[in-house]
């Protein structure tokens, strides 16, 4: 009999692994994902990521569920923004469409963390490296040449720019590198916190109860994030604040946290990026 605490070999962790999002007729995004759905060295990249995130390094959680998270908001980014007048990289440069704006985002939020497989130092580098060597072959039945080298670049770029200072220069990269720091919800540190890893990281992201992206009335979306705690503050100010600074949508986005626990002393009520 298994125990519950016991790890599972591979092949039974990886099984039941399957990304979903809303494509709304993209038939390009929905081949995207029916390959990569189907590939199991993906599934093993974000198991070996996940194990080595939270088993070994304690930290929130980086398996396909997170992948699945920032997949989602990155699409409802990206569609909002859209929707609102600003143009995709990909229209202004090489006169691609959003729908394939959707497939750059789409690929950077699915392996902009696979490098975590290898090592936390330096994650995203070693992303691209894996990325680089697998993506032509999950958008063969996507695109032909040159578009899907164009595509992988693009997405490649993405990776490199949602870290710290990845200074990403495109709209999808940009979108990429919100969307991975809006998955801050305390589901996402639930595993490390309960088992004794209480720093700031955990503490912070455990405070976050919800995260509600919805469409604007002075900028194109509007991020509202509700706190039990205000230790959240970190989370958006240390974690999302930079990331969305360096990002270029900063005019287009806007971000309201407030504290709705009722006993807490609530020394800021409100805080806005």
């Known amino acids: 009999m298994h125990s519950p605490d016991a790890p599972l070999p591979p092949r039974e962790a990886i099984a039941d692994v399957r990304v979903r999002v809303p494509t709304r007729g993209n038939r390009r995004l929905e081949r ?29 959680d980086h398996s396909w569920v997170h992948i699945q998270i920032v997949l989602n908001i990155g699409l409802r980014l990206a569609r909002l923004l859209f929707r609102r007048g600003v143009t995709p990289s990909l229209t202004t440069d090489y006169g691609m469409s959003a729908r394939d704006a959707e497939v750059v985002i789409a690929a950077g939020c699915l392996f902009h ?24 072959e999950l958008l063969a039945a996507s695109y032909d040449e040159p578009e899907r080298t164009v ?5 490649l770029h993405a990776i ?14 940009g979108i990429v590198r919100v969307a991975d720091a809006l998955d801050m919800a305390r589901g996402r540190s639930r595993v490390p916190f309960e088992s004794g890893h209480q720093n700031i990281h955990s503490l912070s992201a455990y405070a976050i109860e919800e995260v509600k992206i919805v469409a604007g009335r002075d900028r194109a979306v509007r991020v ?8 959240g503050i970190f989370q958006v100010d240390e974690l999302l604040a930079t990331k969305l600074r360096g990002s270029g949508l900063e005019e287009h986005i806007e971000v309201i946290a407030r504290i709705e626990a009722e006993h807490e002393q609530r020394l800021l009520p409100v805080f806005r990026i």
Not at 113 to 136: P, W
């Open 32 to 60: 995207l994902l029916e390959a990569v759905n189907a590939d199991d060295q993906v599934k093993a990249w974000w198991h070996v990521s996940a194990v080595n995130a939270s088993r070994r390094l304690g930290m929130s």
């Open 113 to 136: 963390c696979v490098g975590m497989s290898i090592h936390r130092e330096d994650h995203e580098r070693y992303s691209l490296f894996l990325t680089a060597d697998k993506l032509g």
């Open 151 to 155: 595509i992988a670049s693009e997405a």
């Open 160 to 173: 490199i720019g949602h870290r710290r200072r990845g200074d990403p220069f495109t709209v999808e990269a």
């Open 224 to 231: 509202e994030i509700s706190m039990s705690n205000s230790a």
